[in-house]
């Protein structure tokens, strides 16, 4: 069910109507928008008088709403959801295209550093970085774990880069939480509803990665996990799907961009890396991703890939990271969008005038 306020309705009246629905053991999900507050409402709903809450003062109207799919719906909010860095001029899903750049895993702080300086000059605003690896052999190098998250913040402190790293289980979410801006649910997680529900009780932005098989109507439902539980600041990422085809790692299912954008108001990126698992194949698809309309990219770059301990075969070097900005750039304005020269950020800027 979808409580659409008036316009003008007050803040006040927002919050009676919530407290209403709370008192029915229902959650109230308000998501203001543009022209007027939607309330997203959560939990069985089998008993509820629809002709009650018409009576409320402030209540426009009382929609049903069918989909399986709730708040991450256009019809609970039909307005983008933008995502703001506060302190930064970073954002997803507006007008300027998010650019997240970094090597598969943090080996060492001296590899990571020299990607992270690389990247920030490109022009990227987000360093990805992998702390925790879900790797398909347990023999293989299986992160750094919190030692990376403290490179990491080291990096944004000396870059502004925001950080993006994926949590594995309950442990990791809580150090990536406090740790990093960006909090990452990886392919092989995104129906682990246990661990979707924990990342929904964050307050940081989740990037969900869609499975390797998963529907649109799959990847829809994981992130309603996630904003069922009240954090509505989730980002959804295309990374390649399971086909026969042999000549790449995954399929890239740049279709699901304009396919979510119908259905939903959340940012959708998209990941040419693991999509092709080919460096050669990273950079013309991150220029379709973005002609396609994607809301940003996140791209594995690696300075010295030969020696990379994880997925050096998809990393692209940070020359060609820095010419691929450039073209998306181009791109991106076509379509009257952009891609910002690069992460500024304001507590640096007045931390270099009181120097
Ligand atoms: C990654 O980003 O390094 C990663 C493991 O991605 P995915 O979950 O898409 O395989
Ligand atoms: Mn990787």
Known sequence: MLIVMKKQASAEEVRAVCEHIESLGLRPHPLPGAQRTAIGITGNQSTINQGTFEELSGVAEVIRVTKPYKLVSRDVKEDDTVIYFPGTNASIGGKNLAIMAGPCSIETREQAFAVAEQVAAAGAQFFRGGAYKPRTSPYAFQGLGEEALKIMVEIRDAFGLRIVTEALDHESLELVEKYADVIQIGARNMQ?????????RTRKPVLLKRGMASTLEELLMAAEY???????????????????????????????????????????????????????????????????????????????????????AQSIYPQQFAEMVGEVRQIARILHRDVPDGIQVEEVATLAKSK
């Open 192 to 200: 682990n509803y246990t661990l979707l529900r924990e990342a929904g």
């Open 226 to 312: 996630i904003m069922s539980e009240g954090n509505y600041q989730v980002i959804l990422c295309e990374r390649g799907i399971r086909t026969f085809v042999d000549h790449t790692r995954n399929t890239l299912d740049l279709s699901i961009v304009p396919a979510v954008q119908r259905l939903s108001h959340l940012p959708i990126i998209v990941d040419p890396s693991h999509g092709t698992g080919k460096r050669n194949k990273v950079v013309p698809l991150a220029r379709a991703a973005v002609a396609v309309g994607a809301d940003g990219l996140i791209i594995e770059v690696h300075h010295q890939p030969d020696k990379a301990l994880s997925d050096g």
